[in-house]
């Protein structure tokens, strides 16, 4: 996940910062918040863990003049012996799970 001073959401922009040679920037404070993480276990239709089933994390972004559904590009996973998944990093929003 990258981000710019000043950003104040996921997926906005920031602020520039102007620095020179010659001069001393001061109070030019840096926040990373924490990334999201989503966890889960996959069962199949009689309630037994579901093994190895990949994960990705996805969201709306608009682009090109629609929304549009697409991968975070984060990490993904896949389901262990237990059928349960984390995918983790993610910044604040709403997601859809596809398996």
Do not use: C, H, K
């Not at 990373?32 to 889960?40: H, N, T, Y």
């Not at 969201?59 to 896949?78: H, I, P, V």
């Amino acid at each position: 996940m990258s981000l710019d001073y000043g950003q104040g959401r996921a997926f906005e922009p920031g602020t520039a910062v102007e620095a020179r040679a010659d001069t001393t920037l001061r109070n030019v404070n840096f926040s990373l918040p924490r990334g999201a993480v989503l966890s889960g276990t996959l069962l199949d239709p009689l309630g037994e863990p579901t093994v190895g089933i990949s994960i990705r994390a996805l969201r709306y972004e608009f682009r090109a003049g629609r929304w549009q559904l697409r991968n975070t590009g984060f990490a993904s996973d896949a389901t262990d012996d237990r059928g349960t998944f984390r995918v983790y990093g993610l910044p604040p929003g709403t997601y859809f799970v596809q398996a």
